[in-house]
């Protein structure tokens, strides 16, 4: 069965300082790869979504950016993190073989930009 | 591009009554419609899904209808029991080139014994 593995858990970072979180995923193959994020008591943002190697479409315009080295890795990076890009990060996926499949999460990584 | 309304934003609920959060688009392309449950600090999880050929489907005391016509579709849960309480994201996929995800913004559901 799939699996999608983000890290880390918890993150408390200054603001102007750098920013990575890591998605892997195992169990499956060229899936469809997304990075929601979700402020406290509000609805899922998408941020980026991937359907390959390489290629990336970014939702909103901000401070953030992805990249898709491996076919199961999807990175979200930022240069200088603000206030407002604390929140929840949830990595997800589905299936890209199939014209409609559920989008499955990861655990997600809590952020505080202090 | 997609739009998806989700209605009530709030819903409190006796435990044994029914709960039926339901949900708008915009979009008439849009042909895969699941719905989330995500409760506190925990990621979304898919509960139950209807595609654009059916009408209905039921999951023991979850279910979902699908009106293609009017664009809306609802989630329906009877009995409700204290741990259906959590927050419930419909969505709405729109087929092409990629499955195109558009959330609702979800429905706090408060069941109380």
């Known amino acids: 069965s799939q699996t999608i593995h983000q890290w880390p858990a918890t993150l408390v970072q200054p603001v102007g300082s750098p920013l990575s979180l890591e998605c892997t995923v195992e169990?499956?193959?060229?899936?469809?790869l997304y990075w929601y994020r979700q402020a406290a008591g509000r609805g899922l943002q998408l941020l980026f979504y991937?359907?390959?190697?390489?290629?990336i479409s970014s939702e909103v315009p901000q401070n953030l950016s992805a990249s898709r080295p491996q076919d199961r890795q999807f990175i979200l990076s930022s240069k200088k993190l603000l206030l407002s890009d604390s929140g929840f990060y949830l990595c997800?996926?589905?299936?890209?073989?199939?014209?409609?499949?559920?989008?499955?999460f990861g655990n997600g990584t809590r952020l505080t930009v202090t | 591009g997609e739009n998806v309304e989700q209605h009530p934003s709030t819903l409190s609920v006796q435990e044994g009554d029914s709960a039926v959060i339901k949900c708008t688009y915009s979009?008439?392309?849009?042909?895969?419609f699941p719905w989330y449950k995500q409760e506190l600090g925990k990621r979304p999880q898919l509960i139950i899904d209807?595609?654009?050929?059916?009408g209905e489907k039921k999951d023991q005391r979850i279910a979902v209808t699908l009106n293609k016509t009017a664009k809306h579709f609802s989630l329906h849960i009877t009995e409700t029991q204290p741990e259906d309480s959590a927050v419930y994201f419909c969505?709405?996929?729109?087929?092409?080139?990629?499955?195109?995800?558009?959330f609702g913004i979800g429905t706090k559901l408060q069941v109380i014994p």
């Open positions: 997800a996926l589905n299936q890209n073989d199939r014209f409609n499949s559920p989008l499955h």
């Open positions: 169990g499956t193959s060229n899936p469809n």
């Open positions: 991937s359907v390959g190697i390489g290629q």
């Open positions: 979009d008439s392309a849009s042909n895969y």
């Open positions: 209807i595609r654009s050929n059916v």
């Open positions: 969505a709405v996929h729109v087929s092409g080139g990629y499955q195109k995800v558009t």
